[in-house]
């Protein structure tokens, strides 16, 4: 069974970091490109970064870029995200999501997703 | 960056009815547009992808059309289930940007 479960979030002051962590389980986690998606609770989702599947390539919001870098460990089958210099408006659930292929090559988006860890960011 | 405009951003309607919620983007995306529903406390299910592909599991009842600026989804049959909040996002370009989403509540 497909499983990625984040972890790592928490309080933090502004100006500070926080790094999360997505477990992937279920799947090999070195053959799929992954994201980052933030919801402000009660609000929509945002996307936040996506990194391919050896790590050689990244993508990043406008309102997290040099600020927030994603990171890979196949050989752990771990996704992280290392947040710093973190603003109030950084608060939100981040999740975790996977991005498949079909076998006819088809981008299957965010297939499948963790439960999300909080960051709350305030003094 | 690509926006996109969902309508209505809030919709009330009874079980059995037909729902259709619309997307429409600033720029041609191609068909590169996916749907999730997210229910309370839960993560976003992805839904559709590619415009109009139904994923795996995900009842038929559900359908999507569209390309390039103007996508809809339209659920058939609308069930107890089926009320909660349905997003857009579009693939087409970085960054990747979501609509603002559409609350589907019982009449």
């Known amino acids: 069974e497909v499983q990625l479960v984040e972890s790592g979030g928490g309080l933090v002051q502004p100006g500070g970091s926080l790094r999360l962590s997505c477990a992937a389980s279920g799947f090999t986690l070195s053959s799929y490109w992954m994201h980052w998606v933030r919801q402000v609770p009660g609000k929509g989702l945002v996307w936040v970064s996506r990194i391919n599947s050896d790590g050689s390539s990244r993508n990043y919001a406008d309102s997290v870029k040099g600020r927030f870098t994603v990171s890979r460990d196949n050989a752990k089958n771990t996704l992280h995200l290392q947040m710093n210099s973190l603003r109030t408006e950084d608060t939100a659930v981040y999740y975790c999501t996977r991005e498949s292929v079909s076998v006819s090559g088809v981008v299957i988006p965010n297939d499948y997703w963790g439960p999300g860890t909080l960051v709350t960011v305030s003094s | 960056d690509i926006q996109l405009t969902q309508s209505p951003s809030f919709l009330s309607a009874s079980v059995g009815d037909r729902v259709t919620i619309a997307c429409r983007a600033s720029?041609?995306?191609?068909?590169?547009l996916a749907w999730y529903q997210q229910k309370p406390g839960k993560a976003p299910k992805l839904l559709i992808y590619g415009a109009s592909t139904l994923q795996i599991g995900v009842p038929s009842k559900f359908s999507g059309s569209g390309s390039g600026t103007e996508f809809t989804l339209t659920i058939s049959s609308l069930q107890p289930e089926d009320f909660a909040i349905y997003y857009c996002?579009?693939?087409?370009?970085?960054?990747?940007?979501f609509g603002g989403g559409t609350k589907v509540e019982i009449k």
């Open positions: 996002q579009q693939l087409n370009s970085y960054p990747l940007t």
């Open positions: 720029h041609d995306i191609n068909n590169y």
